[in-house]
Nanobody, 115 residues
Framework: QVQLVESGGGLVQPGGSLKLSCAASGIVFRLYDMAWYRQVPGKQRELVATITSDGRTDYVDAVKGRFTISRDNANNTVYLQMNSLKPEDTADYSC?????????WGQGTQVTVSS
């Protein structure tokens, strides 16, 4: 059974930092391209950051220079380091795994940026 379990969300003040984790099981993690998405109620899910199986990364313009995606293949985990957080970063963040168009999603973790 494939599972992607996110953790690390919470409430943070503007300008603060959070590090999200997504632990994967049931897949050959090193083969999968991984991604972080976010969604605000009433809006479409937004792709935030991606990291390929060979470590190439990409980001949506809104988070470039503030967020960093990384992966630990030994521990089947992908991370999202979020710095200089803004209120507009508030969303439910979920991770996704993709290999040859076979994809899986996690349940998400809430990030709220507010003073």
């Amino acid at each position: 059974q494939v599972q992607l379990v996110e953790s690390g969300g919470g409430l943070v003040q503007p300008g603060g930092s959070l590090k999200l984790s997504c632990a994967a099981s049931g897949i050959v993690f090193r083969l999968y391209d991984m991604a972080w998405y976010r969604q605000v109620p009433g809006k479409q899910r937004e792709l935030v950051a991606t990291i390929t199986s060979d470590g190439r990364t990409d980001y949506v313009d809104a988070v470039k220079g503030r967020f960093t995606i990384s992966r630990d293949n030994a521990n089947n985990t992908v991370y999202l380091q979020m710095n200089s957080l803004k209120p507009e970063d508030t969303a439910d963040y979920s991770c996704g795994a993709d290999f040859l168009s076979q994809g899986y999603w996690g349940q998400g973790t809430q990030v709220t940026v507010s003073s």
